[in-house]
């Protein structure tokens, strides 16, 4: 009798936050748009890598719609959830930063399965409702990776934002959830 030695592969399943692209103006620079390009390259090849099959994160111009378009055009499966609706969430957290992220957010969402967008109840205080997105990006991407297999990737500069800072409660979420952290570093 002959024994395969091949191993089936295992799905594995990143969730991802990070950074939007900076504001106008801003004092403190977490992700300038300059970076895109870099930024662009790290996820790629990180992608490819640990061979991602599905990407669960939001939809925020910078690290989260760079990610969702390397996943289109790769041919990776994504999920995305959003903190409330869609119209709010774009006005709010798409086009208010340098860059033209409209059409892209727009294409993502016609394009995806209905059943792939999340898009959870308002709640009044956007900090709690970012806090409550996180939390379900992190718990999709758990209950749908195989043991051992999830990941948690942080598009980020590294340093948490004195107050409540989403992409850090974002890793911390992860860690308790057992997801393996990897980082792309946005400067």
């Known amino acids: 009798m002959m024994v395969s030695t091949e191993t089936t592969a295992k799905k594995v399943v990143a969730a991802l936050a990070g950074r ?3 504001a106008v103006g801003t004092r403190i620079r977490r992700f300038s748009i300059n970076r895109i390009d870099q930024v662009r390259a790290d996820l790629k090849s990180l992608f490819e890598q640990e061979a991602v099959e599905l990407l669960v994160c939001s939809a925020a111009c910078g690290a989260d719609l760079i990610a969702l378009d390397l996943a289109k055009k790769a041919g990776i499966r994504y999920r995305i959830v959003l903190p409330f609706s869609i119209e709010r969430f774009r006005q709010s957290s798409v086009v208010d930063r340098p860059g033209d992220w409209g059409p892209l957010f ?27 997105a996180n939390k379900e990006i992190v718990r999709q ?4 990776a195989e043991p051992g297999t999830g990941l948690a990737i942080a598009v980020w500069e590294g340093q948490p ?22 980082i792309v570093r946005t400067w």
């Open 20 to 22: 939007r692209i900076d």
């Open 106 to 132: 727009d294409q993502l969402v016609k394009d995806i399965p209905p059943s792939e967008l999340i898009v959870l109840p308002d709640l009044a205080n956007d900090d709690e409702a970012y806090d409550h």
């Open 141 to 144: 991407a758990a209950m749908t």
């Open 161 to 182: 934002r004195l107050g409540n800072d989403a992409t850090a409660s974002f890793l911390q979420l992860a860690k308790d959830a057992g997801l393996k952290e990897r």
